[in-house]
């Protein structure tokens, strides 16, 4: 099990292929393993790297809600490339991860070779809706477990699309 010490945390990550790197960020409470088929199509040209973001699949799980920020996942992926010995990359992430990817080259143009952010949010002008809801969804998946935090997501037209697909959909459950 690859686990690399990036910016204070351990993050666990996959890595295929040679030639330039090119590094894939999930979205939110996804793993590494949904880059499975892009990694798979690229590693005959790439060095191709997927990883857990922090809180996620099998990398390190912060207990503090302030070990939680934009500002740090995107500490996390320098961390990860500078662990990897990996000067310059395509940098490339689906959702929460796409605004890692999209911010981490806005921050450090030096470091990415291209970005790639896919299906990136737009953000929200009402943050306490957001951290209310968010707030909602940790206090139901404490009290009533993942079952019911699945049900109140299902609720979300695009989660529960996502959901339905066969490819997406079991794998999240």
């Known amino acids: ?53 922090r809180g996620h699949g099998a ?10 920020s934009q500002d740090l996942m995107v500490q996390d992926l320098g961390g990860l490339l500078d662990a990897l010995a990996i000067d310059k990359a395509i940098v490339g992430g689906h959702s929460m991860g796409a605004n890692v990817a999209l ?23 009402d943050a306490e809706k957001w951290k209310q ?3 909602k969804l940790a206090q139901l998946l404490e009290s009533q477990g993942v079952a019911a935090y699945l049900e109140e997501l299902n609720s979300i037209p695009a989660w ?9 959909g079991e794998r999240v459950r």
């Open 1 to 53: 099990m690859p686990k690399i010490a990036a910016n204070g945390i351990e993050l666990y990550y996959e890595e295929r292929g040679n030639g330039p790197a090119m590094v894939w960020a999930h979205g939110l409470g996804q793993s590494w393993e949904d880059w499975n088929e892009v990694m798979d199509h690229f590693q005959d040209r790439y060095r191709v790297i997927a990883y857990d973001a």
């Open 59 to 68: 990398s390190e799980l912060p207990m503090v809600a302030e070990a939680y």
């Open 103 to 125: 911010n981490f080259a806005l921050a450090h143009p030096d470091r990415t070779l291209a970005a790639i952010p896919v299906a990136i949010g737009s953000g929200s002008s």
């Open 133 to 135: 809801y968010y707030e």
């Open 160 to 168: 529960l699309a996502a959901m339905e697909h066969p490819g997406i």
